[in-house]
């Protein structure tokens, strides 16, 4: 299967990549002339060949392709937006990078109270590394685009912003809340765009379950045994694009 790379533009029958991306796919999967690779402008995918590759030893590398073929490409019916609280920075990028895999559309960083004071200080550092590891995640999964990464938000706004989902899923180790299939699988009708809420190491405080409640999220559960953050990323997105997809 042929990698895919996401470029800023096409033009009428050529496109370029450039930089860190020109540099990777140079000097370690040393593209030649000829090679054929799929690109991606966010909406529309092609199949293309390198006609020139430029790395030199200082300066910014270059690899020119010519257009060569449309190729059917398209994100998943669900719009599935993630708003996750932050963790400790290596599994929080683990999270984005499942995230992606799984065809999420929109990640929120979200602000818990119980969430890290530092990381919390240290996160805007990290936004320009959360885009990338998302693009490239998105590339390896050859998805059609990246998913939008939004700035951090305290979880009482971010729930708020997030109201007119027509699938509203919150994250709960609160005793007696309902298993997530029986929530999803009881919508009226498979909606179009849904969100999920997962909380910080130590869970929500009851403030922010009352806020989320009043941005019409439901509480529900994964389970009874407690579950990292990021295992619980990959298990609710899972059960929520099989028991949402039309």
């Not at 295992?231 to 099989?242: G, N």
Request: glycine content about 6%.
């Amino acid at each position: 299967m042929r990698r895919r790379f996401f470029v800023e533009n096409f033009e009428s029958d050529s496109a370029v990549i450039r930089g860190e991306t020109a540099e990777h796919l140079g000097r370690v999967l040393r593209a030649e002339p000829g090679q054929l690779y799929e690109l991606s402008d966010g909406q529309r995918v092609w199949l293309a060949k390198i006609e020139r590759v430029a790395i030199p030893k200082r300066g910014d590398s270059s690899i020119e392709f010519s257009l060569v073929e449309p190729v059917a490409s398209q994100e998943p019916s669900l719009v599935l937006h993630l708003l996750v609280s932050l963790i400790k920075f290596d599994r929080f990028e683990w999270c984005l990078e499942k995230a992606t895999e799984l065809g999420v559309s929109e990640i929120v960083p979200v602000l818990a109270a119980r969430s890290d004071k530092p990381l919390a200080a240290a996160a805007s550092k990290r936004h320009g590394r959360w885009q990338k590891i998302a693009a490239e995640s998105a590339q390896q999964s050859r998805r059609l685009r990246p998913p939008v990464l939004k700035d951090l938000l305290p979880a009482e706004k971010a729930f708020a912003a997030y109201s007119s989902a027509a699938c509203n899923i919150l994250l709960s180790e609160r005793p007696g809340a309902p298993p997530l299939i029986q929530a999803a699988q009881s919508a009226a009708s498979p909606p179009n765009v849904a969100a999920l809420a997962i909380g910080p190491e130590g869970g929500w405080t009851d403030a922010e379950l009352a806020a989320g409640r009043a941005a019409d999220f439901v509480e529900v559960s994964l389970g009874e045994n407690i579950l990292r953050a990021e295992t619980a990323v990959i298990a609710a997105l899972a059960v929520m694009r099989f028991a949402l997809a039309p």
